[in-house]
């Protein structure tokens, strides 16, 4: 079992900055990838950025330039640096692990909101 918390939301201003963390405990799969996705209201959830164990990343169009994900495998925690937010960035963020070789993430986070005001 794995357990995923996620902190660092809150309100911001357009153009501002947060900095969202999620750590891991519990039984880790050495070969992981950690995915951050965020749901808006009355929106679908949406893959924002994605880092596997390795360290390769990806990111969803819409925050390429903004956004940055980065992990410490030795602390187990997946951070999300995002920068310039836009008011359509507004949304509840939640970490999420996928197991090797499979997309469709096996543990969430209980998810974070994110607001940002115009």
């Known amino acids: 079992q794995v357990q995923l918390v996620e902190s660092g939301g809150g309100l911001v201003q357009a153009g501002g900055s947060l900095r969202l963390s999620c750590a891991a405990s519990g039984i880790i799969p050495r070969i992981n990838t950690i995915n951050w996705y965020r749901q808006a209201p009355g929106k679908q959830r949406e893959l924002v950025a994605a880092?596997?164990?390795?360290?390769?990343?990806n990111y969803a169009d819409s925050v390429k330039g903004r956004f940055t994900i980065s992990r410490d495998n030795a602390k187990n925690t997946v951070d999300l640096q995002m920068n310039s937010l836009k008011p359509e960035d507004t949304a509840v963020y939640y970490c999420?692990?996928?197991?090797?070789?499979?997309?469709?993430?096996?543990?969430w986070g209980q998810g974070t909101q994110v607001t940002v005001s115009s």
């Open positions: 999420a692990l996928s197991l090797f070789g499979r997309t469709t993430p096996a543990y």
């Open positions: 880092i596997t164990s390795g360290g390769s990343s």
